[in-house]
């Protein structure tokens, strides 16, 4: 186990926000969302079957109206499909904090950093890592986001003094995570 005598402490309480703005930050820095096939031939089909409706019913003289028709429901699935997932994924956050056993995932925590890593303690945990575990942290208007993995933060909602020690100790010992850091 790694004894970290601290340097810089600071007390925080994790939200529900905090959580989904890790959702967010995930989804934004995988830029623009790539089309999956299954997503791009369910809009093709989707738009075929409306192509074949129109073209049922008014026959070869709306030929151009059942392919602009075609085309715009493709499109709307395109663009329908990626938000509601995202919507989905918020509401399944929020269904998990609300059960009993995940309570652990909210409330009252302190951060220690120092220089053989960081720790974070709360009523009922206390994870200690290494500088080396730290992967990125990314410092947003409202918080920072400590990255252990690609996809797996700890967000830590502090104010803009405590955002400056932490970004400074995080500076002087990972620098391989500050560099990566982005507004």
């Not at 970290?4 to 890790?22: G, M």
């Not at 730290?134 to 700890?154: G, N, Q």
Request: glycine share 6%; aromatic share 8%; charged share 20%.
């Amino acid at each position: 186990m790694i004894s970290i005598s601290p340097e810089v402490s600071v007390r925080y309480e994790i939200r529900p926000a905090d959580l989904e703005a890790i959702l967010i930050q995930n989804e934004r820095r995988r830029g623009v969302a790539r089309l999956s096939i299954p997503l791009f031939l369910f809009a093709l089909t989707a738009g075929m079957l409306a192509f074949l409706c129109l073209y049922l019913i008014d026959g070869r003289a709306a030929a151009s109206t059942a392919i602009f028709g075609g085309a715009i429901v493709a499109a709307a699935v395109m663009i329908w499909s990626p938000r509601q997932a995202r919507q989905m994924a918020l509401k399944r956050v929020a269904l998990r904090l609300t059960d009993p056993g995940n309570a652990f995932l909210l409330g009252p925590r302190t951060l220690e950093l120092g220089v053989e890593g960081f720790a974070v303690r709360g009523p009922d945990s206390d994870l200690r890592y290494t500088w080396a575990a730290l992967k990125r942290a990314v410092e947003m208007p409202d918080r920072i986001l400590l990255y252990l993995s690609d996809i797996s933060a700890h967000p830590l909602p502090l104010n803009a003094a405590e955002t400056r020690s932490v970004m400074a100790a995080i500076r002087k010992y990972a620098a391989h995570a500050a560099a990566s850091t982005t507004s």
